[in-house]
T-cell receptor
Framework: GAVVSQHPSWVICKSGTSVKIECRSLDFQATTMFWYRQFPKQSLMLMATSNEGSKATYEQGVEKDKFLINHASLTLSTLTVTSAHPEDSSFYIC??????????FGPGTRLLVL | AQTVTQSQPEMSVQEAETVTLSCTYDTSESDYYLFWYKQPPSRQMILVIRQEAYKQQNATENRFSVNFQKAAKSFSLKISDSQLGDAAMYFCAYRSAFLGGSNYKLTFGKGTLLTVNP
């Protein structure tokens, strides 16, 4: 099946710094990618939808300037958490679709902001 | 907007027994997809089963089957012959069948934590 990777799997950073998380579709072209945030023992909360070559569509309540999403190619999307603070600590998951009904998920990235 | 409700925060089952997880949803659309995803402790999301709303036949994947009641907007998951490896968080999800952009997005329920007792 299709594989989606995320890098890094774990990241610890200091408050005020920016962190970039990469999401790659390894064996298919991802026309649409999604970024989710998940708190412990809670559901996935969709942050934004990104289509290759166009601006991301953010869900209500998600700060566009805080969470920068770039989908520059059909195999790569990045999420940059700018000026990270402890409340941004969470588990971030990306998923990708090539246009069909299937959405393939990455393994997630744990972010800890000190 | 669509909503997905999972009313059972936690469930437990004995190994080799059968368990049913509940899911209801609300939508004004006539065509859509429904999914059950499993999230084990590794937190990797794994697709368990999917159902197309236009199909009356309930989907089945080995020990996993669904009871899809379109009129009642109900979509339950039955796990037969439960195994220790089935222990995980299970999420019910909805997706519009209309193509394009944000229509591909999944709406998730809050999840049901399944414990399998040996």
């Amino acid at each position: 099946g299709a594989v989606v990777s995320q890098h890094p799997s774990w990241v610890i950073c200091k408050s005020g710094t920016s962190v970039k998380i990469e999401c790659r579709s390894l064996d298919f072209q991802a026309t649409t990618m999604f970024w989710y945030r998940q708190f412990p023992k809670q559901s996935l909360m969709l942050m934004a939808t990104s289509n290759e070559g166009s601006k991301a569509t953010y869900e209500q309540g998600v700060e566009k300037d805080k969470f920068l999403i770039n989908h520059a190619s059909l195999t790569l999307s990045t999420l940059t958490v700018t000026s990270a603070h402890p409340e941004d600590s969470s588990f971030y998951i990306c998923s990708a679709t090539g246009g069909g009904w299937t959405q393939y998920f990455g393994p997630g990235t744990r972010l800890l902001v000190l | 907007a669509q909503t997905v409700t999972q009313s059972q925060p936690e469930m437990s089952v004995q190994e080799a027994e059968t368990v049913t997880l509940s899911c209801t949803y609300d939508t004004s659309e006539s065509d859509y997809y429904l999914f059950w995803y499993k999230q084990p402790p590794s937190r990797q999301m794994i697709l368990v089963i999917r159902q197309e709303a236009y199909k009356q036949q309930n989907a089945t994947e080995n020990r996993f089957s669904v009871n899809f009641q379109k009129a009642a907007k109900s979509f339950s998951l039955k796990i037969s012959d439960s195994q220790l490896g089935d222990a995980a968080m299970y999420f019910c999800a909805y997706r519009s069948a209309f193509l394009g952009g944000s229509n591909y997005k999944l709406t998730f329920g809050k999840g049901t934590l399944l414990t399998v007792n040996p």
